[in-house]
C-alpha cells in the first residue's frame, strides 16, 4: 500500500474514529476518541492490508494547567477544528496518550494519540498486543492511567507502597518520602522528606565559595 493511501484507507475504514493529523514515508500520525481505542487498535492489527502487529511503546503526556485552545490548535493543525471535532476527541483532557505501533510487512508507524482525563478508563490492549502488559503497567505507575481488564494493573518501577505517579507534572521533584537504613532496626525504612533551610535557600547560581 502507498503511503497516500494510508489516509484515505484509514479515514474511509474508521469515519469518526480516526483523524489524520500528518503522515510521511515512514510515520502517521493519527488521533482517536479514548472510547474507540482499542477498536482502532484492533483493526490496525487484524487488517490484512495494515497488519500493525508490534505495539513498540505506550505512554503519556501531562499537559497540566495548558492553555487548551492555542496547543489543540497546534497539535491538531490538520484536523477541521470545529466543535463537533473537539468534543469528539475530548482535546481538554489532561493527558495525551499516545501508542507506537509498527507494520513490519510494510516498514511503516503509526503514532496513535488520544486525549483523557485524570480519571478515564481505557480499555487495555493486551488482548490484541501482549507487550502491552508492560507498557500499560509502566504508564499506570508514571501516570495513573487506569487500563480497564488489564491482566495484572500493578506498579512496575516504583517501590511497595509508593504513594502519587511520579511523571505527573504536579507531582514534587523531591519526591514525598525518603529512604535510610536505620542503625537502631537494622533494616531499611521509609521517613518523610524534610528539608533543611540551607537547603531550601541554595543559590544554583554560586554554589561554590572561591
Not at 11 to 23: A, I, M, Q, R
Not at 29 to 47: M, Q, R
Not at 169 to 179: A, C, H, N, R, W
Request: proline share 4%; aromatic share 14%.
Amino acid at each position: 500500500m502507498r503511503n497516500t493511501h494510508y489516509v484515505e484507507y484509514l479515514e474511509k475504514s474508521l469515519p469518526k474514529s480516526v483523524f489524520v493529523t500528518n503522515y510521511d514515508k515512514n510515520i502517521t500520525n493519527i488521533f482517536v476518541p479514548s472510547k474507540d481505542i482499542y477498536k482502532v487498535a484492533y483493526f490496525l492489527n487484524k487488517n490484512s492490508n495494515l497488519q500493525y502487529k508490534v505495539l513498540s511503546d505506550v505512554t503519556a503526556v501531562d499537559w497540566l494547567g495548558r492553555h487548551s485552545d492555542k496547543l489543540t490548535n497546534n497539535n491538531l493543525s490538520s484536523i477541521p477544528l470545529d466543535s463537533s471535532v473537539h468534543g469528539l476527541l475530548n482535546t481538554n483532557g489532561r493527558f495525551c496518550l499516545i501508542y507506537n505501533l509498527l507494520s513490519c510487512r510494510h516498514n511503516h508507524r503509526i503514532i496513535l494519540k488520544s486525549f483523557v482525563d485524570e480519571g478515564s478508563i481505557i480499555d487495555s490492549l493486551c488482548g490484541i498486543y501482549k507487550s502491552a502488559n508492560w507498557w500499560e503497567r509502566e504508564t499506570w505507575d508514571m501516570f495513573g492511567l487506569f487500563f480497564k481488564n488489564h491482566p495484572d494493573l500493578r506498579r512496575l518501577l516504583t517501590d511497595y507502597g509508593f504513594e502519587g505517579f511520579p511523571l505527573r507534572k504536579d507531582f514534587p521533584l523531591s519526591g514525598y518520602t525518603e529512604i535510610r537504613y536505620d542503625e537502631t532496626e537494622k533494616k531499611i525504612v521509609t521517613d518523610p522528606i524534610e528539608f533543611s533551610q540551607e537547603f531550601r535557600n541554595f543559590d544554583y547560581t554560586t554554589p561554590w565559595v572561591s
